[in-house]
Every structure is written in structure tokens, then in C-alpha cells.
């Protein structure tokens, strides 16, 4: 893959499973030795876990990611995101809000055989939290 598909790719990965929530193709996406570093404890770190925790998201928002920068080299892309998330269904205890907060973050990715192999990303779901409880102390 050169440079600006492997950014097409992560682009349309992003739009499709974490946007869409559609995890029916993960396989178009993801290499068989997929590992994800950025999973909570208690999900496993690989495709069955990514499945689960995107169905749990999507259970408690509709989550919009917007890629703000991408930097990418042979093998790796790492994109600088802001997700604005709308509280449709319970998440970390707290009831549908309605609310559409807005967080930044960080996803790196690995690719291998032109598939994503690994992923860490660093989401500030404590900010995330706080907005929807603010002013309900």
C-alpha cells in the first residue's frame, strides 16, 4: 500500500466500523493476528473484543469520529480525532442524556499484509464522563 492508501484505508475503516458501527466486515479491515492494545480490562484484545466494545458504544452512543490530522508512514498511521458522541443509552451508570459531547483523541495504527495488525488509541472517556454529569451533583 502506498502512504495516501493506507490512509484511504484507515479513513474508510473509521467511517464504516466505528461511524456505522458495522462490524460485519471486520475482516476486510483487520489481520488474523490483530491485537488491540486500547480495549478495557476484562475484553479481549482482539477482533472478538473490538465486535463487543464497538456494540457496547454503539449501545450507548451515536458516535461521529472526525479525522482531524493523519500522519502516516510504511506500515503505521496514527490519526488525531474528535469524537463527538451523542448519550443515547446507559454507560458507566449514567442514563441517556441526550447530550452530544464532543472529546479529542489519538488512535495509532499497524498495518501488515495491508491489514490493520495492531491499534493503541488514547480517548479521554473521563471528560467524556464529567460532561455528562455536569450539574447533575
Not at 92 to 102: F, K
Request: hydrophobic residues 35%.
Amino acid at each position: 500500500m502506498t502512504i495516501q492508501e493506507q490512509k484511504d484505508f484507515i479513513t474508510h475503516y473509521i467511517a464504516t466500523v466505528w461511524n456505522l458501527g458495522d462490524t460485519s466486515c471486520l475482516e476486510q479491515f483487520l489481520h488474523p493476528g490483530y491485537v488491540d492494545h486500547s480495549l478495557p480490562p476484562g475484553v479481549p484484545p482482539d477482533s472478538t473484543g473490538l465486535k463487543q466494545w464497538i456494540a457496547l458504544t454503539h449501545g450507548s452512543f451515536r458516535p461521529e469520529t472526525i479525522i482531524n490530522e493523519q500522519v502516516a508512514e510504511p506500515g503505521k498511521c496514527i490519526i488525531r480525532v474528535t469524537m463527538h458522541m451523542k448519550h443515547t443509552g446507559l454507560w458507566r451508570g449514567i442514563a441517556p442524556t441526550g447530550l452530544t459531547v464532543s472529546i479529542p483523541g489519538y488512535r495509532c495504527f499497524r498495518l501488515q499484509d495491508n491489514l490493520i495488525i495492531e491499534h493503541r488509541a488514547l480517548i479521554d472517556g473521563n471528560t467524556l464522563e464529567k460532561k455528562l454529569t455536569a450539574g447533575k451533583q
